[in-house]
C-alpha cells in the first residue's frame, strides 16, 4: 500500500504564509490613497538620466548625482533609480491634466546602517490640477497621517529643500516619548517640472509627496533596525501574519 493512503501516518501539517511586513504597509497605503482618487502606475527599475535627474531638476552638480550615493550602470548612462518620481514623468507625459497619481517600489541608493539600505521602499504621489496650493497638499497629509497613526497624533511641518518641489516641506510626528520624528517630504511641483512635461505651468500647478514604507513600518511596529525585515527571521517575520 502507497504511504500516501497510510491512515496510520500522522498528518502533514502546513503553516500559512502571509505578506512581508514591508508589502502589507505598502499595499495598505497604496490603497488608502487610491481611495483618495490617485491611479496606481508603475514603472521601471534600471532609468535614464534623463528620467531620474534631469526631467526633475536635479542638476549634474547635486550630491544625488555622484558616484558615492547613486548606483550607475553603463558609464553613467542608466541608473537603479533613487527614488519613484521618474514614473510619474513618464506617466505625465502621457497624460493631460488633471492628473492624480502614485507609485509605489523598490529604490536604491548608497546607504547601509541601522535606518537605512541599498534598497528599500518608497511610495510617491502626484496631483496636477488648476488652483493647486499648499493649503490642499497639506489636506492630504493630514488625512493621511491620521489614517496611519491615529487622529490623535501631533503633526508639523517644516521647511526643506528638494529641487521639483518649491516651496517644499518634511513632514513629522510627535512620538510617545515626545520625539518628533521625520515621516515623508512634499511640496508643491516646481514649474520647471511641469514645463518640462509639456504642462503650462501658467494654467496648472501641483503637488507631491514621498514617503519610506520601511520608516513607516518601523515606527508603526517598533522596530529600531530597518535590517530586521530582511534577515529571514521566521520568527520575527511571524509576528506580522
Not at 7 to 23: F, M, Q, R, T
Not at 27 to 52: A, C, H, R, V, W
Not at 60 to 84: N, W
Request: proline share 5%; with cysteine; hydrophobic share 40%.
Amino acid at each position: 500500500m502507497s504511504s500516501d493512503n497510510d491512515i496510520n501516518l500522522p498528518k502533514i501539517s502546513y503553516e500559512k504564509g502571509s505578506a512581508h511586513p514591508i508589502n502589507q504597509i505598502k499595499d495598505s497605503i497604496l490603497s488608502l490613497l487610491n481611495s483618495f482618487g490617485f491611479q496606481i502606475i508603475d514603472g521601471p527599475e534600471i532609468e535614464t538620466e534623463k528620467y531620474n535627474f534631469d526631467m526633475l531638476n536635479i542638476k549634474e552638480s547635486h550630491p544625488a548625482r555622484q558616484m558615492h550615493d547613486t548606483f550607475y550602470i553603463k558609464d553613467k548612462e542608466y541608473v537603479l533609480r533613487t527614488h519613484t518620481s521618474p514614473v510619474q514623468i513618464r506617466t505625465m507625459l502621457e497624460n493631460k491634466p488633471p492628473m492624480a497619481f502614485i507609485s509605489g517600489g523598490k529604490v536604491y541608493r548608497k546607504d547601509d546602517d541601522a535606518t537605512h539600505l541599498p534598497m528599500f521602499h518608497q511610495i510617491e504621489g502626484i496631483y496636477v490640477n488648476e488652483d493647486v496650493n499648499f493649503a490642499n497638499l497639506k489636506e492630504l497629509i493630514f488625512r493621511l497621517i491620521h489614517d496611519l497613526f491615529g487622529k490623535e497624533i501631533k503633526i508639523r511641518f517644516r521647511p526643506s529643500y528638494f529641487p521639483f518641489t518649491e516651496p517644499s516641506a518634511e513632514v513629522d510626528i510627535l512620538s510617545k516619548d515626545k520625539k518628533w520624528l521625520e515621516v515623508l517630504g512634499c511640496g508643491v511641483v516646481n514649474p520647471i517640472v511641469l514645463e518640462n512635461c509639456n504642462v503650462d505651468s501658467k494654467i496648472f500647478s501641483g503637488f507631491a509627496f514621498g514617503l519610506g514604507i520601511e520608516r513607516i513600518a518601523m515606527l508603526l511596529y517598533g522596530v529600531s533596525d530597518i535590517r530586521e525585515f530582511y534577515k529571514s527571521n521566521i520568527d520575527f517575520l511571524n509576528q506580522f501574519k
